[in-house]
């Protein structure tokens, strides 16, 4: 069964440095997402990336935060300048689109730890 | 503003008891989708299930059943003979089509703990 992929999974970084968090979405989906979790807290949305750009953003997602498409598989996560509370599950999830596009499927998830 | 209160935090029950997880939104949107996802130890999220705003027939999947209430905005999920591998944190998820995409918002989760 087609599964959403994402490496590494834990990434520990200083604070100050940048990282790049990477997801392989299902190969037919078209929407992407990133959502983050905080330990022993809720699932939190971050943004939506819908032809080649972005289509929603929460308040969470600032101008440390990009995302891209660089090929035709990856869609990753940057954060440029890591901070403490950027600690915490990164999880993508993909949607076919259509009549599937709020079945969301979502990656294993990729735990960030900033020292 | 769309809001998913899972007022129970932690659950602990014995095997073969039956758990119903409670979920409540509030959402101004008329058009909207509601989920379960489970949460195991191992950290994944796994979907369990999809409703949407128009259907309000309950469903059952094997030892799972989901209530949909629109009039009291409840989205209940039950579990039937509970097992020890059914421990995990429970979220609800809310999408409101109209107002903000396919954007999921997540409850706080229920921890389920089932002990043998």
């Known amino acids: 069964e087609p599964e959403v992929t994402q490496t590494p999974s834990h990434q520990v970084t200083q604070m100050g440095q940048e990282v790049i968090l990477r997801c392989v979405p299902i190969?037919?989906?078209?929407?992407f997402y990133w959502y983050r979790q905080i330990l022993g807290q809720k699932v939190e949305f971050l943004v939506s990336f819908y032809n080649n750009e972005i289509s929603e953003k929460s308040e969470i997602f600032d101008d440390q935060f990009s995302v891209e498409r660089p090929d035709g598989s990856n869609f990753t996560l940057k954060i440029r300048s890591t901070k403490l509370e950027d600690s915490a599950m990164y999880f993508c999830?993909?949607?076919?689109?259509?009549?599937?596009?709020?079945?969301?499927?979502f990656g294993p998830g990729t735990r960030l730890t900033v020292t | 503003a769309q809001k998913v209160t899972q007022a129970q935090t932690e659950i602990s029950v014995v095997e073969k008891e039956d758990v119903t997880l409670d979920c409540v939104y509030e959402t101004r949107d008329t058009t909207y989708y509601l989920f379960w996802y489970k949460q195991p130890p191992s950290g994944e999220l796994v979907f369990l299930i999809r409703?949407?705003?128009?259907?309000?027939q309950n469903e059952i999947s094997g030892r799972y059943s989901w209530n949909f209430q629109k009039s009291t905005s409840s989205f209940n999920f039950t579990i039937t003979a509970s097992q020890v591998v059914d421990s995990a944190v429970y979220f609800c998820?809310?999408?409101?089509?109209?107002?903000?995409?396919?954007?999921?918002?997540f409850g706080e989760g229920t921890q389920l703990t089932v002990n043998p």
């Open positions: 998820a809310l999408s409101e089509m109209e107002t903000s995409g396919s954007r999921l918002t």
């Open positions: 190969s037919n989906h078209l929407y």
């Open positions: 409703r949407n705003s128009f259907d309000e």
């Open positions: 999830a993909s949607s076919e689109g259509g009549t599937a596009l709020f079945e969301q499927y």
